[in-house]
């Protein structure tokens, strides 16, 4: 969603708030802006549309060695020039880029328009530039903290005043602010994706926290102006992971990246001699864990898809009641939050804004929350007690493959450990260990047969909707299908259970429209493949994801054959092909596969 960047030091800023900005366009945008300060003044440059508009109106005197840039994506208003970032006060002095959401925007908008104030825009975000402004405060630091004292919601901020043109600062709750720090130049970035290829010294600001950047360097403080000394930490991400390099899409390298990053999840992880998986990371001890009852998963979208299949294998292996929950539900039931539970917030950001509330609700009422999270660092990795990172390396692509895998595997490497405090024995802890090694050259199986998958997709491009089924195991998968072939095809697609096609679905099937069946060799094979015989039936058209063992007589389908691993891992290879089909239906119907319309790559606001 929307992204910020900022930068001081000795350079021209102009060009590199462009180069960030392009940087971050993979989280969805629709409008842009940048600021930049030469000699105590303020000049600005917006677009109501893409960063390379904003690029080629760059005028030729637009020097300037300190400035702010944004990414808007449309909340209140549209996607104008007047509403896109930076917002300025009527004077012009402050300039402001903000991410987030200010809830009490309304209320301060009629106060300012009845102190005479006009507004330019429709968004929540001016409203900080006037109240900057306004402020009697001797300090830019303490104007922008009297600003904030009025505000109710989300921001990650970075402001300009020409009063003080060394300096920029910047102020975060819920929405995530990076300092790379420099050789005599600071840069300021909500990704990191932003800054890595200048630095990989950073800062990531905390909940609560603010800070003034300056050329020769930064300082942080509170709410109450007292000083928090940080450290910069090295990100191990090299500027390169971000790349492009020679593919066509971000999705097609990071599905393909598959192999390499499943085996990076799993690194050191695997402990033969008992069994089991290591992961030191959930802070749990042997009695912490015995005393767990239940397992509670939290995401959002795939991320939800993902803890449905997590949720099956830690009850099938730990034999835990478990399940998954969207968490944009969760945390506006009031639910009910059991100190015997562990809760689970699965996400590839780390900062959805529904799952880090429903850790934050969890927390506040005194559960206790891991995260399988991507983003090292990310707001979500830092509110849960523990977690186990997924090292999939960055993921641009706004529909989610390689992280998803991780996340797959992840909660297999979860459902180990806790099976293994309880009955699962060390021969079946082996057997899952075995089944796990296993995965990485599976998945290069697969890949290997993309030209059959995409042929396969071409035929589903022209269709207006498609059902994919499956069931218990194969239907989360079945939902993480649809799910991928909707977000880039956009194309209706919706997932049943086979077992409920006959209680109402059924009614739908003809012969123009498809469906995509997961039926892996389990002890439900017979009764998968005896749907799929009510389907062919009726002359709907099928493509099914299946083993090779499985005999499907004489039905006519499609056929994608998936190497067989153990029966409770087989869903993490059987959700692969399902990227295929959704990346070559796509590319059939010559979408933008990367952005997708009306998606972000982190969804930032609830
Ligand atoms: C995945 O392809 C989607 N783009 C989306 O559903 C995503 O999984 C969801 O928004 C959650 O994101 P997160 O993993 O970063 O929390």
């Not at 099928?542 to 869903?571: C, F, M, W």
Request: charge should be negative; charged fraction near 20%.
């Amino acid at each position: 969603m929307c992204g910020i960047v900022a930068y001081v030091g000795k350079q021209d800023a102009a060009p590199l708030l462009l180069d960030g900005l392009a940087q971050l366009e993979y989280r969805g945008y629709d409008s842009a802006g940048i600021a930049v300060l030469n000699a105590g003044h303020a000049k600005v440059l917006r677009t109501g549309g893409r960063v390379r508009e904003l690029r080629a109106a760059l005028p030729k005197r637009f020097a300037g060695s300190i400035g702010i840039g944004h990414t808007r994506w449309a909340t209140h208003g549209p996607a104008t020039e007047a509403n896109a970032h930076p917002h300025r006060s009527s004077d012009g002095r402050i300039s402001v880029v903000h991410n987030g959401i200010i809830d009490n925007a309304g209320s301060l908008r009629a106060e300012l328009a009845a102190a005479g104030v006009t507004l330019t825009s429709d968004t929540d975000t001016e409203v900080l530039a006037h109240l900057v402004a306004r402020s009697t405060a001797e300090t830019l630091e303490d104007a922008v903290l009297d600003a904030v004292s009025r505000i109710e919601g989300t921001y990650g901020l970075a402001v300009l005043d020409e009063r003080h043109p060394d300096r920029i600062v910047l102020a975060r709750s819920g929405s995530p602010l990076i300092i790379g720090v420099g050789n005599r130049e600071t840069h300021v970035a909500s990704d990191l994706s932003a800054i890595v290829r200048h630095t990989t010294s950073v800062v990531h600001l905390e909940d609560g926290e603010f800070a003034t950047v300056t050329a020769s360097g930064f300082t942080t403080f509170t709410r109450d102006r007292v000083n928090t000394s940080r450290t910069p930490t090295e990100v191990a991400e090299a500027a390169g992971n971000f790349e492009l390099g020679a593919h066509q899409h971000y999705m097609r390298k990071e599905f393909l990246e598959q192999p390499a990053s499943a085996q990076s999840v799993l690194r050191g992880r695997l402990e033969d001699r008992f069994g089991t998986a290591r992961l030191d990371g959930l802070n749990l001890d042997a009695r912490a864990n015995r005393a767990i009852r239940r397992v509670k998963v939290i995401g959002c979208g795939s991320a939800y898809y993902v803890g449905q299949l997590g949720a099956q294998m830690i009850e099938e292996l730990a034999r835990i009641p478990a399940d998954a929950e969207p968490a944009s539900e969760f945390r506006y039931r009031n639910p009910i939050i059991d100190s015997t539970t562990l809760y689970v917030a699965v996400s590839q950001s780390g900062e959805t804004a529904d799952t880090l509330f429903a850790v934050e609700e969890i927390k506040r009422k005194g559960g206790q929350v891991v995260g399988l999270v991507n983003v090292v660092g990310s707001s979500i990795a830092r509110a849960c007690d523990g977690g186990v990172y997924l090292h999939a390396g960055p993921e641009i692509a706004v529909a989610s493959t390689k992280a998803l895998t991780n996340m797959a595997l992840g909660f297999a490497l979860l459902a180990l450990n806790l099976g293994r405090v309880r009955d699962l024995s060390i021969a079946e802890g082996r057997r899952l260990i075995e089944g796990l090694r296993a995965v990485p050259e599976q998945i290069e199986q697969i890949l290997r047969t993309e030209d059959e998958i995409a042929s396969v997709a071409k035929g589903l491009s022209g269709a207006s909707s498609l059902f994919f089924i499956g069931r218990v195991r194969g239907y989360p998968v079945a939902r993480e299908g649809a799910q991928k072939f909707k977000e880039i095809s956009y194309c209706h697609a919706e997932a049943y259970q086979s077992s409920e096609l006959k209680h109402g679905p059924l009614a739908l099937i003809g012969e123009s429209l498809p469906t995509v069946a997961v039926v892996p060799q389990d002890e439900l094979v017979q009764r998968n493949v005896g749907a799929l015989h009510e389907i062919a039936a009726r002359n709907g058209p099928l493509v099914v994801v299946t083993h090779p063992g499985v005999d499907l007589g004489e039905l006519r389908a499609s056929r994608i054959d998936v190497p067989k691993n153990e029966i409770e891992l087989d869903p993490i290879l059987l959700t692969v092909p399902m990227q295929l089909l959704a990346y070559h239906a796509a590319l059939a119907l010559g979408h933008d596969i990367d952005k997708p319309r009306n998606l972000a790559k982190s969804v930032t606001v609830e």
